[in-house]
């Protein structure tokens, strides 16, 4: 690949990790990259969780170091994603997508109305003293969308972001980073079955992976220091930007 390329690519990947560490959705600028590079599009989408695996990662660890890990939250919700991930993966190859390309629009615009109805949505942590039902409802919810994202994918950071905030009391900041660790753990078994298959561009994949981490590191501060202020309307545009995608842009 031309050196430009690389260096338009890194440009986008350092991107779709500031806004991923916020907001989730840092996949509706990197592959898009991607495939403008000329990448056909199994290489771009193993390609592309490289990147976005490590960028999620970093952004983890910034998240834990600050306190907003939620561990008996994020642990169940993280490992049922990844048993999750495998089994929606699984469905794909037997199930057309075609029917989820017609409903995920519609509950990307329910989620979005939900969101900004209500002016004080995620503004304030009410997470404090979980109920003992919290750790199946984590699992649930980690082994659900894991699936989604194993099956078809767009929206996952921010689904788990809109649940984690309803089901939980979390504000935005602390939802964001406990979506971060089942966004990891689903990311591991898609990323596992490009690699085998030889679908990565490791020369391309590392670069871009060391821009996506500093990326991820610097939106993972930004979210702790401003909190909804920034994450809210961020979101806001992740979900919009999904819904043109899907509306306009689907295969």
Not at 26 to 42: E, F, N, R, Y
Not at 125 to 146: P, Y
Request: proline share 5%; net charge positive.
């Amino acid at each position: 690949m031309h050196q430009g390329w690389v260096f338009f690519l890194c440009g986008a990947a350092f991107f779709a990790g500031l806004v991923d560490a916020v907001a989730g959705g840092g996949g509706l600028i990197s592959l898009p990259a991607l495939l403008a590079a000329g990448v056909p599009p199994h290489l771009a989408l193993g390609t592309n969780k490289v990147q976005s695996f490590a960028g999620t990662a970093f952004s983890v660890i910034r998240y834990q170091r600050e306190g907003y890990l939620h561990k008996p939250i994020a642990v169940p919700a993280a490992c049922a994603a990844l048993v999750g991930s495998f089994l929606g993966a699984r469905l794909a190859m037997a199930v057309p997508g075609r029917y989820l390309e017609h409903l995920v629009p519609w509950i990307l615009v329910g989620v979005g109305v939900f969101t900004f109805a209500r002016p004080g949505f995620g503004e304030v942590d009410r997470s404090a003293g979980q109920k003992q039902g919290s750790v199946l409802t984590a699992g649930l919810i980690g082994l659900f969308l894991g699936c989604y994202d194993g099956f078809f994918g767009p929206g996952t950071g921010s689904f788990l972001i809109f649940f984690f905030v309803i089901l939980f009391g979390f504000g935005f900041v602390r939802a964001s980073a406990n979506a971060k660790p089942v966004n990891l753990a689903s990311n591991i078994a898609a990323l596992a079955a490009f690699a085998a298959a030889g679908e990565v561009m490791w020369r391309t994949a590392w670069p871009m992976a060391l821009a996506n981490i500093a990326g991820n590191w610097l939106g993972a501060g930004l979210a702790v220091k401003r909190g909804a202020r920034v994450i809210k309307p961020l979101f806001g545009l992740v979900l919009a930007g999904l819904l043109v995608k899907l509306l306009f842009f689907s295969s």
